[in-house]
């Protein structure tokens, strides 16, 4: 960061060999359909990974309340934002999950 500008290095470096454009463009986020992958293609993962009995994560989080909130998200479909904060949080106990397997 240089006088509030994130990423001023980077900019500076790549100024003259990208359009302009993108320099003054808004900014804009980067979806992922991580729901629909939770629910498909990773669903069997995310149960063997949080909710088997060799989970590290039970001796920090509750496991029934976990089990309860991917069950949910599993079989409903509500609105886009509680998909969105659902998986959020499912993918935040991934990343828990795998962090305490490699670390602890």
């Known amino acids: 960061m240089h006088n509030m500008e994130l990423k001023h290095v980077v900019r500076q470096a790549m100024r ?10 808004s900014k804009k986020g980067f979806p992922t359909p ?9 669903r069997a993962y995310v149960y ?7 989970a590290r994560i039970h ?11 991917i069950d949910r998200f599993m079989r409903t479909r509500s ?6 904060a ?7 106990f991934l990343t828990i999950e795998l962090w ?3 670390f602890l």
């Open 86 to 92: 659902a998986a959020n949080r499912i993918y935040s």
């Open 79 to 84: 609105l886009p934002l509680y998909d969105y």
């Open 16 to 25: 003259g060999r990208l359009p302009d454009e993108l320099y003054t463009a």
């Open 100 to 102: 305490l397997r490699k």
């Open 34 to 42: 991580i729901a629909r992958w939770f629910r498909g293609p990773l």
């Open 48 to 54: 063997e990974t949080l909710l088997s009995k060799n």
């Open 59 to 69: 001796g920090y989080l509750d496991r029934s309340a976990m089990e309860t909130l």
